[in-house]
């Protein structure tokens, strides 16, 4: 049982939802990444997606490819997260998923890249361009070393496959809320809480719902269905419109704990 | 054993690297495909549209001044330039154009480089009455703003890409987001062997028609005999895979692939992956890619916008890693003085990707013993490049 695991433990026990946060490791730079983790943690986030950078990345909106190529402008690379994480858990026992499209960690060896992941201490993985179908080597590496393997379940997943994610789903399952790339929108399809509903029929693995949330009234709303409720786009707008500015992170921090207050 | 397997990988390559919001859409088409390649109906309509709207089949020409130049070869021109829209890529738009018919999708939505399959899918949209709209590297709209009118007179609407290195890599990025957020309504044209399976499979099979036909035209002209050499361009490789695949069992036909070298292999600007070799999975599968040490896709280099892509086909990394084709390379000079060479020798200007194979052939006349005989796929015409080369030659 990894800090995602427990989490959720924790949470489910007492009757609440997680509130998980995305950011992108290196936006502005990797020395604000690590005050901001910190931040979000006193903001009430419950678990944190960090954001790893990609030259292609074809299933996020403008904001999130932006904030990538601002990072990688930085110079910003595997190694550099891997150190990244390493600092933060001297401070920080909050679950760490790295967020990332699969060719990185292709490129770096499926094993010995969840052993550098592991040892640097992340919690999970969520790669959005692969499918558990593909993910054989992956998967098994990360099932010895405790590390979560989220997969991701869609408005347009059959019926029929929503048990295959379910299986090889840990941590907990990442429902996309809509048709479409990462960005804040005004308004979620309602029809994603009937989809969830059907996807809680075939696991009791945490379900959380990203993709468009922006707003503290969808996250109440939201967290009505699923176990938690993921937040990126919004939460990057808010840094790049601080970014340069002394109080960065206290103001991000500030506008966070607006979106994770419906969840305390 | 046919390939793709039945989870669409050739050996390692292939497979199905995708948003889970494309998955089911995928394993529909997968289907879908299936059965209209049982279904007689559906060949022969598409036969009928090769045949009575593209001009096929396409004539197999015998270049005897080339021939005589080179003096070791012999060669024969596959002339797919002469198709409607002037270049190889109307085979696979009209076959997808159908299929999309047959989902009762209402949207077309393609990638285009060179812009030749942005035309090509334009025009197969207009001859179905479908809204169009292409993807292209803003970079791409310059380098060829003819197509970009001509796209536009057909109907459809032409989107600049700015994102990324605003190329081939960046127009597909975007037809993918597009894609991911229509969904439901719109069928996505991918121009060559590569996405994610059904695709590469797809696209080989209505590009074969070149090589099934070369190959008996060949038989007819040359006494039933197959040729030495099959010659083609690869960027991402449909026309080569279109003309290689229907040999693939004749392992004396020896399969040449021709990448662009762009400024040099080791100046870091090509778009050679197959002579690199390295593996990643970029646009849906896994296959040879251009990257850095960090798993970073890098930005490709050539003079022709077509062949301007870090990735290649899977089917192509597979023929590359059985040795069942060879892939060489030839880079911007050598492509222009290939270009120069088939305009001077045959009267027939080709585009810059196919000048590439052109290219290549000076190179073969020299390493081959006695006199062989050579298909080369003259996968599209020149026209589109004049303007941009005007100034380099």
Known sequence: ?264 | MSLPDKTGHFGEFGGRFLPETLISLHEELTEVYAAARKDPAFRKEFTHYLKEYAGRPTNLYLAERLSAQLKTLKVYLKREDLLHTGAHKINNTLGQVLLAKRMGKTRIIAETGAGQHGVATATASALMGLKCVIYMGEEDTHRQSLNVFRMKLLGAEVVPVTSGSRTLKDAMNEAIRDWVTNVRDTFYIIGSVAGSHPYPMMVRDFQSVIGREARRQFRALENNRLPDYVVACVGGGSNAMGIFHPFYKDARVNLIGVEAAGKGLKSGEHSAPLAIGEVGVLHGSKSNLMQTADGQIQVAHSIAAGLDYPGVGPEHAYYRQTGRAEYVSVNDEEALRGLKLLSAAEGIIPALETAHAVAYLPKLAKRVKGRKTVILCLSGRGDKDVNAIKDML
């Open chain 1, 1 to 264: 049982m990894n800090r995602i695991d427990r989490t959720f433990k924790r949470l489910r026990s007492a009757g609440k939802k997680a509130f998980v946060a995305f950011i992108t490791a290196g936006d502005p730079d990797l020395a604000t990444t690590a005050e901001l983790v910190p931040a979000l943690e006193r903001a009430g986030v419950d678990i944190i997606e960090l954001g790893v950078p990609f030259s292609d990345p074809l299933a996020d909106g403008k904001t999130i490819q932006t904030a990538s190529e601002r990072a990688l402008a930085q110079g910003v690379t595997t190694e550099k997260i891997f150190q990244l994480v390493k600092r933060l858990r001297q401070k920080t026992d909050i679950p760490l998923a790295l967020m990332m499209y699969y060719n990185p960690i292709f490129h770096y060896g499926d094993a010995k890249y969840v052993a550098a992941a592991a040892a640097a201490g992340v919690d999970g993985l969520i790669i959005p361009d692969l499918p558990p179908e593909e993910a054989g080597l992956l998967k098994a590496a990360a099932d010895r070393a405790d590390i979560s393997t989220v997969f991701f379940m869609a408005p347009t997943t059959t019926a029929r496959r929503m048990p295959l994610i379910a299986r090889h789903a840990s941590g907990f399952i990442y429902f996309v809320s809509l048709t479409g790339v990462t960005g804040a929108r005004a308004q979620i399809p309602a029809a994603v809480k009937k989809q969830i509903a059907a996807a809680k029929k075939v696991t009791d693995k945490p379900v959380c719902i990203g993709f468009g949330i922006s707003r503290p009234e969808q996250v109440r709303d939201l967290a009505k269905t699923a176990d938690g409720v993921i937040v990126g786009s919004a939460i990057i707008n808010e840094i790049v419109r601080h970014t340069g500015k002394a109080d960065l992170v206290p103001r991000v921090e500030r506008f966070v704990k607006t979106l994770t207050a419906p969840l305390k």
